[in-house]
């Protein structure tokens, strides 16, 4: 007894072929899709990874900001300015005293506020707190103090410059 297999031609039929370019469409999107997600997801990482040193890296070209008429800041509260590309603050405490701080946190870059009235410097994003005259970091997160600069009031401005 013998067994015979007949293979047949295999025949695409038109409905096949729709399919076929469906599918392809289908896996096309599917791998445009697959990119933007990933870019979605490693830009924040990207930004994790680089803040914010590298971030104030950019700041460190600019070694003296002239502040003018800033001597007339009352005591008590602050002036945010920009040094370089980054933002900083010119504080001129209850005391008389004079400090400057960049208003980069450490932790992970953002923003910080100077509160007079808790005389602290502090931090929304996760609670970060600096001492305001130091820059030193007090509580939180925040790994190292602020950057502090050097602060000259002159007659018509306050000069502010890296230490
Ligand atoms: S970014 Fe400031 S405490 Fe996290």
Redesign the pocket.
């Known amino acids: 007894m013998s067994t015979h297999i007949v293979l047949e031609e295999p025949t695409i039929k038109p409905g096949e072929e729709a399919d076929k370019s469906t599918r392809r469409a289908f896996l096309v999107a599917a791998g445009a899709a697959g990119l933007c997600y990933t870019a979605a997801l490693a830009y924040p990482i990207y930004r994790y990874l680089a803040s914010p040193e590298e971030m104030a890296s950019s700041a460190t070209a600019v070694k003296e900001v002239s502040l003018k008429d800033a001597q007339k800041l009352p005591a008590g509260s602050v002036l945010m300015f920009k040094f370089g590309t980054s933002p900083a603050m010119l504080i001129h405490h209850a005391d008389g005293t004079w400090a400057s701080l960049s208003a980069v946190?450490?932790?992970?870059?953002?923003t910080?506020q100077y509160e007079p009235q808790a005389d602290r410097i502090h931090?929304?994003?996760?609670?970060?707190v600096y001492n305001p005259y130091t820059g030193a970091n007090v509580s939180?997160?925040?790994p190292k103090p602020l950057t502090k600069f050097k602060v000259a009031v002159g007659e018509n401005a306050v000069e502010v410059s890296r230490a």
């Open positions: 946190c450490t932790h992970l870059g953002c910080v931090c929304a994003c996760h609670g970060g939180g997160p925040p």
